[in-house]
């Protein structure tokens, strides 16, 4: 094998101490649509994912479980384990930080950065979100509390071991410009190179075992264990058998590894600083991709609105799925989950346009050569528009895949299958059959669509293997072995007389059933407050002066709004107002809100609203005509 056809990628090893959900799948899902990819391309493939499992926030689960760590670990790291087969996920090794071989290589980590003098001794006192597994700085902190779990930190005083990572700042910054693509897509370098224009603190990375048992034990004193983020990240290197094992001279210098923006920072500097301290070289490129958000807000547990993989599979089948997840999200950008955005694509993308191709043209097959691939004849200028049209898709499916754009090798994918589409409205088979001169068209024109149904399977195998199986079963080839993409640069593979067989439908059409809204609850007051809390919100009137759907949402209007001052918010609003019946109108917003943003827009303040009697919405106005900018008490 080609010394340099090696492809190693990692997804987060993930926290314990919740299920895996749509986010989670994600990730993996990716790392696999890769590795199949790399796979199909003649590369020697290594994909792992895993669970993390030591720390504050691992140890506190269990206890709210009534469970020791090591039984609770066991039991929610199986539920990693046994869902990735599920989801067809192809991953070649499950790393636990609890394995014995992880252990011993974080504890020879932890040794070599000792003795190189990278690790000291000293007091720290900080904010400390358990949450995060982190201090944080003053200046991070929001009105005093965790910018991401909105809760206050504690402050902890105590000696620790730190890890020297000032020392790299300077490297790191340079090796970043001298390798642009170490941390892509370009917003999440450019993060990583903003934090590193201030200078650089020193990590803390241990606990007293007097506060904490359930970690890595320090080697050279037994009375720590090491910080989790120093344990868990060196799983990268242990999964391939660093310091001895023959697959990490393999594959290291080939890692790829895939996260979410929530951790680039421990991925985009802890761990480069600390390869470098330990004498390892750099992986080889940080891939980050954003957030799945559902219907507009943060997924959370306490919003009651997680979604759990399982679930949409059982109801839309596997493939939809991941199609959906690499279709709908651009790498680096969040996205918007929604049943009914998923409901759409089965039934445009999937059961349209690729389950009616391969099903109209197996159809013919059977009808008009008795399930029989037919011999071509000479083509014709016709045929040249999907032998060309196949072969840009290759070519752009090839580059895209390396962009890391999936969604736009997915439209490559899906131009070609439309060329397909077209192809048979324009020459019309139905026509050629009736043809008594029989001049081979039919033939021809049978044959190219064959060949370019053989084609599509390869082209969706890494996105969904299983319908790409059910299309070659059905065109004959069911006994090839694998997907390589060396089977299809040139124009015939599929060979006159192989056996054609009608299938199922592929995807059959689904209808979107809104869930019934629940029954109104009888009164249930949240707990009081202060009046001085109240007065924290600041409620004004605000006058609508422009109002339009924002694109691609079926709930969300843009509104401008003169609320004392010209600005943008965005509401849930449009399946009960239109745009033009909000122009003019004066409604209630909260001003003083965290600006967040709804499907790319930016909104800046939140409209007040109640159930209507009939159902829907219904806006808190006036009665009088207000002044906009009026404060609202
Ligand atoms: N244990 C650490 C990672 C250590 S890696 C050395 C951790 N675990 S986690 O369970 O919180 O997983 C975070 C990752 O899960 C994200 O980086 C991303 O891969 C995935 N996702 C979790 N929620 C997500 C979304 N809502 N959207 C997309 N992916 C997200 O952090």
């Given at each position: ?425 324009e020459n019309e088979p139905w026509t050629l059959a009736k043809d008594p001169a029989k001049s081979g068209r039919l033939e021809t024109v049978i044959y190219n669509l064959m060949e370019s149904l053989r084609l599509t399977a390869y082209f969706v195998y890494p996105f969904m293997p299983d319908t790409a199986r059910k299309i070659l079963d059905q065109i004959g080839l069911a006994d090839v072995k694998e997907f390589r993409f060396d089977d299809i640069r040139s124009w015939g593979g599929i060979k006159p007389g192989a056996a054609v067989t009608r299938g199922e439908a592929l995807f059959p059409r689904v209808e979107y059933k809104k869930e019934e809204e629940a029954p109104s609850k009888k009164f249930e007051m949240l707990p009081e407050i202060a009046w001085d809390d109240f007065g924290k919100i600041d409620l004004r009137v605000a006058k609508v002066m422009e109002a339009e759907a924002v694109p691609k949402s079926a709930k969300l209007m843009k509104l401008k709004i003169d609320c004392g001052e010209v600005r943008t918010i965005v509401a849930g609003i449009l399946q009960d107002y239109k745009p033009e019946e909000m122009v003019g109108r004066s409604i209630v917003v909260v001003v003083n809100l965290k600006p967040t943003k709804l499907m790319g827009v930016e909104s800046r303040g939140m409209l007040l609203a109640t159930d ?22």
């Amino acid at each position: 094998m080609n010394a340099q056809k090696v492809f190693y990628v990692t997804t987060p090893i993930y926290y314990v101490n919740a299920s895996p959900h749509i986010g989670h799948a994600y990730t993996t899902i990716v790392g696999d649509v890769m590795s199949r990819f790399y796979r199909m391309s003649g590369y020697d493939v290594f994909f792992m994912t895993g669970t993390d499992e030591h720390g504050d926030k691992i140890a506190e689960a269990a206890r709210k479980n009534n469970e020791t760590p090591k039984s609770f670990t066991d039991r929610i790291s199986a539920q990693f384990r046994n869902l990735w087969p599920q989801l067809a996920v192809t991953n070649d090794y499950f790393i636990r930080t609890t394995d014995e071989n992880h252990v011993r290589t974080v504890q020879y980590i932890l040794q070599k950065v000792y003795d190189s003098g990278d690790i000291y001794f000293g007091e720290y006192g900080g904010h400390y979100c358990v949450g995060c597994e982190r201090f944080y700085t003053e200046t991070e902190l929001v009105d005093g509390k965790c910018p991401d779990h909105q809760t206050e930190p504690e402050f902890r005083k105590e000696s620790n071991y730190f890890f020297k990572m000032s020392k790299y700042q300077q490297w790191l910054i340079g090796y970043i410009h001298d390798n642009p693509d170490f941390i892509r897509p370009e917003r999440y370098r450019n993060e990583v190179l903003a934090f590193l224009q201030q200078p650089l603190e020193d990590l803390c990375i241990s606990r007293p075992k007097t506060r904490l048992t359930w970690g890595i034990e320090i080697p050279w004193n037994k009375e720590y264990v090491t910080y989790v983020w120093f344990d868990a990240l060196i799983n990268y290197v242990t999964g391939i058998g660093y310091p001895d094992g023959k697959d990490f001279g393999k594959y290291w210098a080939a890692s790829e590894h895939l996260i979410a923006k929530d951790i680039v920072k421990p991925h985009g500097i802890y761990w480069p600083t600390m390869l470098k301290s330990a004498g390892i070289g750099p992986y080889k490129n940080l891939n980050v991709h954003g957030y799945w958000n559902v219907d507009a807000s943060k997924m959370s547990k306490s919003l009651g609105n997680v979604v759990r993989p399982l679930d949409l599979k059982d109801k839309y089948g596997l493939d939809a799925f991941r199609y959906f997840l690499l279709r709908d999200m651009v790498f680096g950008l969040d996205s918007s989950f929604s049943e009914e955005a998923l409901v759409q694509r089965i039934n445009s993308d999937l059961a349209n346009d690729l389950g009616n191709l391969v099903s109209r043209v197996v159809a013919m097959d059977v009808k008009y050569f008795k399930g029989k691939v037919p011999a071509p004849k000479a083509a014709d200028e016709a045929d040249r528009k999907i032998t060309e049209a196949a072969a840009k898709t290759l070519g752009e499916v090839e580059q895209f895949f390396r962009e890391l754009t999936f969604h736009k090798v997915l439209i490559s994918i899906w131009e070609f299958i439309n060329v397909a589409n077209k192809y048979i409205v324009e020459n019309e088979p139905w026509t050629l059959a009736k043809d008594p001169a029989k001049s081979g068209r039919l033939e021809t024109v049978i044959y190219n669509l064959m060949e370019s149904l053989r084609l599509t399977a390869y082209f969706v195998y890494p996105f969904m293997p299983d319908t790409a199986r059910k299309i070659l079963d059905q065109i004959g080839l069911a006994d090839v072995k694998e997907f390589r993409f060396d089977d299809i640069r040139s124009w015939g593979g599929i060979k006159p007389g192989a056996a054609v067989t009608r299938g199922e439908a592929l995807f059959p059409r689904v209808e979107y059933k809104k869930e019934e809204e629940a029954p109104s609850k009888k009164f249930e007051m949240l707990p009081e407050i202060a009046w001085d809390d109240f007065g924290k919100i600041d409620l004004r009137v605000a006058k609508v002066m422009e109002a339009e759907a924002v694109p691609k949402s079926a709930k969300l209007m843009k509104l401008k709004i003169d609320c004392g001052e010209v600005r943008t918010i965005v509401a849930g609003i449009l399946q009960d107002y239109k745009p033009e019946e909000m122009v003019g109108r004066s409604i209630v917003v909260v001003v003083n809100l965290k600006p967040t943003k709804l499907m790319g827009v930016e909104s800046r303040g939140m409209l007040l609203a109640t159930d209507a009697e009939k159902g829907g919405l219904a806006l808190v106005g006036f009665d009088k005509e207000p002044v906009p900018g009026g404060k609202v008490r």
